[in-house]
């Protein structure tokens, strides 16, 4: 009997495969695009123009600040010396990953684990199929700096629970959830990643960066071989994009980030090949029996990772209403506030510098 997603773990897969798979050919022409080293062919002149102006903007910024704390430089859109984008980087590029990495958590409930990320004011986004009612979160507990500590002073991790009465919002179609977490104060400490409403982070071919606790591990990063693969404005497909790198259950709510270390995507789903009947397929296109998955390990064919956009999720909360909750407005406003200061993303990385330096 041939498998399909649920014989995986996988639930609640149809839409996302159904969105890839319509648009399979615009995918196959995008990874021909990004292998050729041509990927920002595909891409708008719109949001090309977006990337640009915004690219021209950050620049602009970064020469006339009056310090230097942890500026990359030459970042998104620079012409290359050999193939069609610079990969050279700012040796700062990894300083401000790890900076990053502190406010990605991992959420528990007993066996069942997913990924989190502060994004301000004592409030952690994860996706919905991770945390669906404020009672999954009130068994939740969110666990920060759950990394490697092989090198220097080993360091605890620490435990939060969750804070619904400070905020909570879950949205199914979205598969998105924020929720306040205990000790607001305490945990600014780790800094937070803000949800830059704006376009222009990635174009098609760009690097992207995914830190998550797959399978409940300890932190993991994705670096290299991930890049920012599609994306389908003004479609039924329109909150979404695709990238590649490797995620595994547990990655669910990771932060997909670009070069800059900023927020482009939350990560939700990992799509496997399917047939027209919804039988999963193997790498050599042909369908997995039962038995063979469970005797031979077969190697499912997996097409893309999905994510759900950051400027699509802001646009989303901002138009909440919380009659229930009139408590919760105020710190919806405080996080769109937040985001849009200019100085958001400087704000958090010296947070965590700070909090940081506090804990070694």
């Not at 994306?231 to 329109?238: F, I, L």
Request: proline fraction near 3%.
């Amino acid at each position: 009997m041939p498998i399909t997603p649920e014989d995986l773990g996988l639930d609640n897969l149809a839409d996302s495969i159904g969105r890839l798979q319509a648009r399979k050919s615009k995918w196959q022409l995008a990874l021909h695009k990004i292998a050729k080293g041509n990927g920002r062919a595909l891409e708008s002149d719109q949001r090309k123009l977006k990337a640009e102006l915004r690219q021209m903007a950050l620049d602009e910024a970064e020469s006339n600040a009056e310090d230097d704390f942890l500026i990359l430089t030459p970042g998104l859109g620079q012409e290359a010396n050999i193939g069609k984008r610079d990969n050279i980087l700012s040796g700062e590029f990894l300083e401000i990953g790890i900076l990053t990495a502190r406010s990605v958590c991992r959420i528990s409930q007993g066996l069942k684990t997913g990924t989190g990320f502060l994004v301000g004011n004592g409030i952690v986004v994860t996706n919905y199929h991770v945390i669906k009612s404020k009672t999954e979160a009130a068994s939740s507990l969110f666990e920060f700096l759950f990394d490697d500590n092989s090198i220097g002073t080993p360091r605890s991790t620490e435990m939060y629970a969750a804070d619904t009465d400070h905020f909570f919002w879950a949205d199914e179609a979205l598969d998105i959830c924020f929720l306040g977490l205990q000790g607001v104060t305490d945990i600014s400490t780790f800094g937070w990643l803000p949800l830059l409403r704006e376009e222009g982070k990635a174009l098609i071919g760009d690097p992207t960066n995914i830190i998550q606790h797959p399978a409940g591990q300890k932190k993991r990063i994705v670096v290299h071989d991930s890049v920012f693969s599609l994306v389908d404005n003004d479609t039924d497909a329109d909150a979404f994009c695709w990238y590649s790198g490797d995620t595994n259950k547990g990655s669910s709510g990771a932060p997909v980030l670009n070069n800059r270390w900023e927020v482009l995507a939350v990560h939700h789903k990992a799509i496997p090949d399917t047939d027209v009947n919804g039988h999963v397929l193997d790498i050599n296109g042909k369908k997995i029996a039962k038995e063979r998955l469970d005797e031979n390990n077969a190697q499912v064919r997996w097409l893309a990772n999905e994510g759900i956009r950051v400027s699509r999720i802001v646009d989303k909360l901002e138009a909440q209403t919380f009659p229930d909750d009139p408590g919760y407005v105020q710190v919806r406003d405080d996080l769109l506030a937040l985001w849009s200061d200019p100085l958001a993303t400087d704000r958090a990385r010296r947070a965590s510098f700070a909090g940081m330096e506090k804990q070694l």
